[in-house]
């Protein structure tokens, strides 16, 4: 899997919208994008995954620009309980690549 | 549809016991992963399993083992507990279909306190 970086912590008021931006410079052609939220004491959540250009589902939006080094996942009008941590990953998440190696995440704080 | 169950949800043993850890996944998924995580290293793979075998394996000591029944359930085994296994340990389950890309949804994890 390819190596992740991504802010340790982001403040945000509720309401607004929140942008975290991953880098992956070493992202392989078959490689995907996904992004997982956590709370504490709480298994991981799957969030969004995409391959390229823009993915939008009914939680975030998930924006990849055309040479793939970054991404940045974007949570529209968050409210208290979007505080968690975000895990960016990359890599072939294809039948029997179960490995998944999480980074520290970025903890996103919401404030009232 | 059920999510990924574990039991128990917490469990407090002493150095030396072993333990086991039980985790269903979702019904039709075969693919069973389980995860060690702590504050100090995050959250690391331990090994995966499909179809009763073990498929994929992290770099964990072999205190730690598991096994997989045909109904896709698994469990997971610690022996000798130290107190540095003390731990969330989250399980999650996948279909596992050929020439897709993958998800994998966690259970809410069963904490272990070792003293």
């Known amino acids: 899997l390819a190596k992740t970086t991504q802010p340790i912590s982001m403040d945000s008021y509720e309401g607004q919208e929140v942008n975290i931006t991953c880098s992956h410079n070493n992202i392989a052609t078959n490689d995907y994008i996904t992004w997982y939220q956590q709370f504490p004491s709480q298994g991981p959540r799957f969030i969004i995954q995409g391959y390229k250009t823009k993915v939008t589902n009914e939680v975030a939006s998930l924006f990849i620009p055309a040479d793939r080094k970054s991404s940045t996942l974007s949570l529209p009008r968050v409210s208290l309980s979007d505080t968690a941590v975000y895990y960016c990953?990359?890599?072939?998440f294809g039948a029997g690549s179960y490995q998944l190696t999480f980074g520290k995440g970025t903890k996103l704080s919401v404030i009232p | 549809k059920a999510g990924v169950t574990q039991t128990p949800r917490y469990l407090i043993k002493t150095r030396g016991q072993q333990v086991t850890l039980s985790c269903s996944p979702i019904?039709?998924?075969?693919?069973v992963s389980w995860y060690q995580q702590t504050p100090g290293q995050g959250l690391q793979f331990l090994f995966e399993y499909f179809s009763e075998t073990q498929r994929n394996k992290g770099n964990f000591p072999g205190r730690f083992s598991g096994r997989q029944f045909s109904n896709s359930r698994s469990e997971m085994n610690v022996s000798t507990l130290e107190l540095g296994d003390s731990a969330l340990y989250l399980c999650a389950s996948s279909l596992s279909v050929a020439g897709r890309q993958e998800t994998q949804y966690f259970g809410p994890g069963t904490r272990l306190l070792v003293l």
């Open positions: 990953l990359v890599g072939d």
């Open positions: 019904s039709g998924h075969r693919s």
